[in-house]
């Protein structure tokens, strides 16, 4: 006679120390086993899009910062082109420069999150903090800035809060040059570390055209070798002016699309975004940076859906104007949001421990998925 | 030091009784209170962070405020859980891992009990934390504590494998399972040591000493993974598992799991000091003996030795927080497909060289 088993279901938080927010995971367990895996979502719902109805464009603005509140810059940056665009606003060259070298940072200071929380996930907790140090020397760039080291509120619709610290330059150079050999020490301590490519090669393998289905995007999808980055494919703002890679995913220590292929592109990302610093830090031009914010914010009636690269992946903003100050709906397609929905598939068939190692390296922010 | 014991307390039991106790008192419990300061001070600065530096001059009292707290803590026994086994199972740990002391030798003049099965003694006791470990899991009545217990039991119960047959390595190599006589083997000068080949000499000594360097990373592994040190703390695994079998556990209950882990700690560390590198023997000579003065030895004979555990403490607290944590079944096939058959090997070519 067969022994009665039964599968166990064990409660991943909302409390839990590696769901990177308030994400409950319902999961079937055989043993170490997974045999099924329930996102649950919400805990974090705020109605940002409800609200939006409610309140001027120039408003809105702060409350963006607020999904995914690693990248609030990027989140700014995409509403800022989203009603520019619907607005048919030039903005001067001078808040381009601005924008993409805050974007950029942002960028690097959102995978550095990241990669430090994936290191936590698996064990290591000294990366984690190697990475919050170099973190901490971009928040101190912004907080310098715009007054703010979380939620900046800085890119505004037409222009900035306010021109850059006169240090901003210096600083920025002082920490592009420092920040280079943190790389190769987070390679040394990390990303080479035999134990660590054990954990992750071949584990939760995206396979390209898996991840075209699901609509994954952002090092999600380029960790499964496609080529596929806003910044060059659908150009905005001045991204065209700047010479850069989209590293993709090679399988190098396993299979095209695992775990520390998601991981090393945002390894081989935090060098193109230091290019792009670097090829725009000079060149910043002179100008009045909010000569072009408009007086009454009011755009035409119309609808617009405007895409920019956040560090997430594809940040999309659905604005629907009916003429007044206030838009008509503002809807939110958040990267986090869907790329967390392939994340059932992935962790089918691996262990316990294979969940938490999934879940980190598809990088998710809680504020953005429930928004 | 036994015999000042029982003229002083003029009986013998109860002088038995407290020298393997002493240990405990004078030595063990100041020593987890200033190893789990040192374990926050060389992570931090591993980190570039201070670690604790608010109470006494640069922290030094951090400790003691903890357990200060964790005593005023207030004792939480889950509704469902198992009352009696929950209450027993970090008293179990905290024995079996002290006990380990009793039979291990801080300097000539001083060991708690030198029984001849020592080393046989050491393994026994300190396995029976697997079974605290079971009771503390299966009484918690929670699903995460449950997988960490059942997670450690199986991880124990491996790795004791290759460590035994280490053990026996050495046992064969010197002809006693007590590590008293183990100690005396390798006196003089530091290439008397075991990992040295011995006090053996000619060409069998030249044999010997790769293969003792096999045994001792072989048995530091596996020691490792026996006291759920990373990168093998898959029962703890903060991560995925909260805190495994101990996530139930609050104020002083959780305190003992935590000094037990130190305690731990310093048991291989000894363990290994003994088997390996002279146990408490100076590396070169006694100032005892160069200025006459033989009191002096003992004292020096314990420095040496608490130097050497500290040593080996340190050295597993640098590779806890260098790195990451090996999956369950990974952690399996370390042991059985790597660890056991070359320890097998070593054995053989060990047993086959003494016969000679």
Known sequence: ?371 | MYELLENTVGNQVIAFFIAAALPLFLFILPYAIIAVLLERKVSAHMQDRLGPMITGYHGILQTVADILKLIQKEDIIPTLADKKLFILAPFIIFVASFAAFAAIPFSSEYIGSSIDVGLFYILAISSFVVAGILMGGWASNNKYSLLGAVRSAAQIISYEIPTAIVVLTMVMLTGTLNLETITNQQTAYFWNWNIFGGAALGLSKFVLIPLMFGAFLIIFISMLAEVNRTPFDIAEAESELVSGFHTEYTGMRFAMFFLAEYANMLAISFVITALFFGGYHSPFGYLGNSLGAEWLIPFEQLFWFTSKGIFFVILQMVLRWTLPRLRVDQLMTVCWKYLIPYSIAILLIVGFITVL
């Not at chain 1, 989140?75 to 800022?80: E, I, L, P, R, V």
């Not at chain 1, 095209?256 to 792009?276: C, H, M």
Request: with cysteine; glycine share 8%; net charge negative.
């Open chain 1, 1 to 371: 006679m067969a022994l009665k088993t039964e599968e166990m279901v064990l409660n991943m938080g909302p409390q839990h120390p590696s769901t990177h927010g308030v994400l409950r995971l319902e999961v079937a367990l055989n043993g170490e086993l997974v045999l099924d895996i329930k996102p649950h979502i919400g805990y974090l719902h705020r109605c940002f899009e409800k609200h939006c109805e409610a309140m001027s464009y120039p408003q809105i603005v702060p409350y963006t910062d607020r999904m995914d509140y690693l990248a609030s810059m990027s989140n700014n940056f995409g509403y800022a082109v989203a009603v520019e665009r619907l607005m048919g606003i030039e903005v001067p060259e001078r808040v381009d420069y601005i924008r993409v070298i805050m974007a950029e940072l942002q960028r690097i200071a959102s995978h550095l999150v990241a990669l430090g929380t994936y290191g936590v996930d698996i064990g290591a907790f000294t990366p984690f903090l190697f990475c919050f140090r170099d973190r901490e020397k971009i928040l101190e760039i912004f907080e310098e800035t715009s007054g703010a080291r979380l939620l900046y509120n800085y890119i505004w619709v037409g222009g900035l809060a306010q021109d850059i610290h006169p240090d901003f330059v210096r600083k920025t150079k002082e920490f592009v040059d420092y920040f280079r050999p943190q790389i190769t020490d987070l390679n040394n301590l990390l990303s080479y570390n035999k134990i660590f490519i054990e954990r992750t090669a071949n584990v939760g393998i995206l396979p390209a055209d898996t991840a075209i289905n699901y609509g994954i995007t952002g090092p999600n999808l380029r960790g499964s070798g496609v080529k596929w980055d806003l910044r060059k494919d659908d150009s905005y703002s001045i991204y065209d002016k700047f010479d850069f890679d989209i590293p993709v995913g090679e399988g190098k220590v396993g299979t095209v699309g695992d775990s520390w292929d998601r991981y090393y592109v945002r390894i081989l990302e935090l060098e193109e975004s230091l290019k792009i610093i670097e090829q725009a830090i000079d060149n910043i031009p002179e100008g009045d940076v909010q000569e072009a914010i408009p007086k009454r914010v009011k755009p035409p009636k119309g609808s617009i859906y405007t895409r920019v690269e956040n560090p997430k992946g594809e940040l999309g903003y659905f604005i629907i104007s009916d003429g007044t100050l206030n838009p008509f709906r503002v809807k939110v397609r958040a990267p986090s949001f869907v790329n967390m929905e392939v994340f059932g598939e992935l962790c089918k068939g691996h262990f316990v421990a294979d969940i938490i190692t999934i879940l980190g390296s598809i990088d998710i922010v809680l504020g953005e998925i429930d928004r």
